[in-house]
Nanobody
Framework: QVQLVESGGGLVQAGGSLRLSCAVSGGISSRYSMGWFRQAPGKERDFVTA????????YSADSVKDRFAISRDNAKNMVYLQMNSLKPEDTAVYYCAARSAFNIYARYTSDYDYWGQGTQVTVSS
């Protein structure tokens, strides 16, 4: 059973940066893809970015692709989300997710098999 634990959220001023971490355990393999989603109050959970565990290829939503970067450390079983030039509209709970498929071009919550508990990111104006 794959388990995901996010950390690194917090309060930051607009224009600032944060790095979120996702600790992965429970038997993930090279066939997996990892993703980050976010959910603002009263809104649906939206896709942010994804990465192939095997190749490191990435895919990001247009709204963040010039500001956010996903990466992974296979040796440490960690996935990261570096967020730069943060805006108040980036405020949300951020979730790490995993799916047992190579294809990283999956942007629906139903595409993913495992989820973390989420970490709050608040960007003040």
């Amino acid at each position: 059973q794959v388990q995901l634990v996010e950390s690194g959220g917090g309060l930051v001023q607009a224009g600032g940066s944060l790095r979120l971490s996702c600790a992965v355990s429970g038997g993930i393999s090279s066939r997996y893809s990892m993703g980050w989603f976010r959910q603002a109050p009263g809104k649906e959970r939206d896709f942010v970015t994804a990465i192939s565990w095997r190749s490191g290829s990435t895919y990001s939503a247009d709204s963040v692709k010039d500001r956010f970067a996903i990466s992974r450390d296979n040796a440490k079983n960690m996935v990261y989300l570096q967020m730069n030039s943060l805006k108040p509209e980036d405020t949300a709970v951020y979730y790490c997710a995993a799916r047992s498929a190579f294809n990283i071009y999956a942007r629906y919550t139903s595409d993913y098999d495992y989820w973390g508990q989420g970490t709050q990111v608040t960007v003040s104006s």
